[in-house]
């Protein structure tokens, strides 16, 4: 008999290794037998203003979140099918309502100088991201994270929540209770730090982690502050693997015997968050008109060089229950104007859109979008920032801004975290009753059909009034050697799970 997705969330018996079984199998048929040993030499994008050692704090360097990912162990991390998968708990089952969800954590799990992980080292460091993260981070209350014994701990909610396993995937990493300082970062995963300059890391593998130990045995992270430096270094033999670099330096790779381009599916968005409880975009007329107004086909061609595909204004296309149903909205320069006109959108000044480099092709996004809304009467001023000014000044403030996300795979994670009333990173301030209504539905659904009518509720809500505009997803691109064998190939937080990679002779 089958499991379906929920089911297996919801009792993962067994899971673990059927998963471990499945990931083996692959590598070796695709890759021939793995090789243990050597340096893996990864080049990720960060700023130095932008460096950040806590674990639980805000990780906008994809090298920090690289090196944090591979020292640190999360609860639960992405998987192919179901789409959450064991790591440092290796099991969890909910109680009879789904209000109450147990997670066993796994067998001789130690932290890098020996220590054993008790389920008090874990329930401080959730408490922990909660009070620094926030209930983006971490969606239980700090009085809902308890222990039961030394190797339980036990997450409590308000209301039935069947997604938590999921929802407890990102960022959940443990550190030893009462760390304080994080520059010596003791973690319990695979590899472990060994030094640490200026955004530049040496990890070493870790023998006793209590996962599959990884192959490699070292991995020397590089930060590069533009994507251009980061393509370079690969073309140039700097570096085995630029991670997340961009679709420009995989069309430049394309065609070299010694590079492989990895392609991940549905691995980022880049879009524009529009402000919804005030300012010149709270009328729905006029978000909708500047969702009209972009030409999504030449976005993708343009900004992603045709990695990617054309997304529809809702965020987590890669969700099995993404509602192919609801129809692709398309450019209507005409249509568009006409809503701008019913709005009584002031079409006589300029806008700001503000942007960062951070995600490859974000500030060229927003060019292009500027240079289309044109086409139906919205001027918009494009304005890059510095990302410390921007975090500190634009996110979650302004009218009109980029922004970037992976984790693709659930549509729930990002209407629980970033659009449901009460979240500390709505970045579009969107206030929907029938919204946070649908979303506590589905969360709480007892049957699949309960919880796919609840989802497009969800989703539809989202096409009709909120605030994203999302006009793509970009594939992941990285670009490696052909040594480097059995990259990840999942998209978010799933790409930067190297432990599996191995180098060939």
Known sequence: MGLNRRQLLQSSLGVGAVLLVAACSDGAEASGPARRGGTLRVGALGTSARIERDPHANLSNDSDFLITSLVYDALTVPGADPNVAPRLATRWEPDADRRRWSFTLADGATFHDGTPVTSEDVAWSLRRLRTVGGASKMPVAVEGITTDGPDRVVLAVPEPNT????????????????????????????????????????????????????????????????????????????IDLASNVGAIAGRAAEG???????????????????????????????????????????LVTQVHSGYGKVANDILGTGDPDYDTSIAQRTQDVDRAKALLRDANFDTGRSYPLLTKAEAPGEVESAKVIATQL?????????????????????????????????????????????????????????????????????????????????????QRIQYDRGGYLVWGMADGIDIATTRVRDLPTLGGFARVQLERTWLAE
Not at 379 to 404: C, H, I, M
Request: glycine fraction near 8%; charge should be neutral; charged fraction near 20%.
């Open 163 to 238: 997604q938590l396993p999921l929802l407890v995937r990102l960022m959940t990493f443990t550190v030893k209770k009462d760390t304080a300082d994080f520059t010596t970062a003791v973690g319990t995963g695979p590899f472990r730090l060994e030094s640490y300059q200026g955004g530049n890391a040496r990890l070493v593998r870790n023998d006793q982690w209590h996962g599959t130990p990884p192959l490699l045995d070292a991995i020397e992270v590089t930060m590069f502050e533009s994507v251009t430096a980061l393509g370079n270094a690969v073309l140039g033999g700097q």
């Open 256 to 298: 070299r015997g010694d590079l492989a381009v990895v392609r991940r599916a549905n691995d980022t968005m880049v879009g524009v968050a529009m402000r919804t409880s005030d300012g010149p975009f709270a009328d729905v007329r006029v978000r909708t008109a500047l969702r009209l107004g972009v030409d999504r086909k030449a």
């Open 374 to 458: 044109a086409e139906i009467g919205v001027r918009l001023g494009v304005v890059p920032q510095e990302p410390n000014t921007f975090y500190d000044q634009t996110w979650l403030k302004a009218p009109l801004y980029t922004v970037s996300w992976g984790t693709n795979d659930s549509m729930l994670f990002f209407a629980s975290k970033l659009m449901a009333n009460g979240s500390n990173r709505n970045e579009t301030d969107f206030k929907d009753a029938a919204f946070d209504a649908a979303t506590v539905k589905a969360l709480g659904a007892h049957t699949d059909s309960e919880y796919v009518a609840a989802s497009h509720d969800v």
